[in-house]
């Protein structure tokens, strides 16, 4: 393949990729479509990180509610177990010393409602479970928890926000869009930004003509890792698909054969 492969992901999660798939041969273009930012107030977080130890089980939403999590964990408490959706948050949680995670046995379907087939629900009712996410997301781990009987507390970590469009950034999507790439989205919210990014490009045009980005962007390949994000995808008018699973691994399997 001539063209580059666009990592999206927000930058504290990118750059080991990037390296992977350069050593591959490939060119890597890091694309972050999501911005992630701490919040103002930080005490809610803090103050349900320092009674971990009460929890039964402790899920975590993503790698990014994991770094903002361990901003303020020291140890984590032997006896309470981690749960996770995906396979970089697993890969996150046992680089810090999580002994025991769980997460969904099919990784081709790394989200909120396999997990919540994977936990043993009987087994939580009457039980404190922290929910650590961004400042927004889906309530369907919630719901689903609290409808077994958990005693849930969900905690906000972190913001996101799609980057603002800058000449600089509008150049650099034309470029892209110029040839054909492969584009790794991890994210149905990213995938949803950059068509509104792309929307913009396009008013910002005079001699474009309607949607004109959006439709290139059609055209292009992209690598998910979730059944989600195929199915927010082809919502949005997107058909060279190709599904993995969660994980780098099988993100860099992908790529390999398209070599």
């Known amino acids: 393949m001539s063209g580059a492969v666009v990592i999206t992901r927000p ?10 798939v350069a050593a591959l041969g490939r060119r890597v273009e890091i694309l972050p479509l999501l911005e992630i930012a701490p919040l103002p107030d930080q005490g809610p977080l803090r103050a349900a990180l320092a009674r971990l130890d009460h929890y039964r089980l402790v899920a975590f939403v993503s790698p990014n509610a994991i770094d903002a999590a361990f901003a303020h964990i020291a140890q984590w408490p032997a006896g309470v177990t981690a749960a996770v959706v995906g396979e970089g948050s697993r890969a996150a949680l046992a680089a810090r010393g999580v ?3 769980i997460s969904p046995a099919d990784s081709a379907h790394s989200d909120s409602e396999h997990l919540l087939q994977t936990l043993d629900l009987t087994a939580l009712n009457g039980q404190p479970v922290l929910i650590i996410r961004g400042e927004s997301g889906r309530e369907l781990m919630a719901d689903g928890l609290r409808a077994a009987g958990a005693l849930v507390d969900v905690v906000p970590a972190y913001r996101r926000s799609v980057p603002a469009l800058t000449p600089a950034l509008a150049e650099r999507l034309r470029a892209l869009l110029a040839q054909p ?6 994210s149905s919210e990213a995938l949803r930004g950059l068509c509104h990014l792309l929307a913009k490009v396009d008013l910002q045009q005079a001699d474009a003509m309607p949607h004109n980005s959006v439709v290139a962007m059609q055209q292009q390949h992209l690598i998910v890792p979730h059944a989600r994000i195929a199915e927010t995808a082809t919502n949005l008018g997107f058909s060279k698909l190709t599904l993995t699973g969660s994980g780098d ?11």
């Open 11 to 20: 930058l504290a999660q990118a750059q080991a990729l990037a390296d992977r």
């Open 99 to 101: 002994p025991c995670i």
């Open 181 to 186: 790439n492969d584009w790794i989205i991890t």
């Open 249 to 259: 691994e099988r993100l860099l399997a992908a790529l390999q054969s398209r070599l």
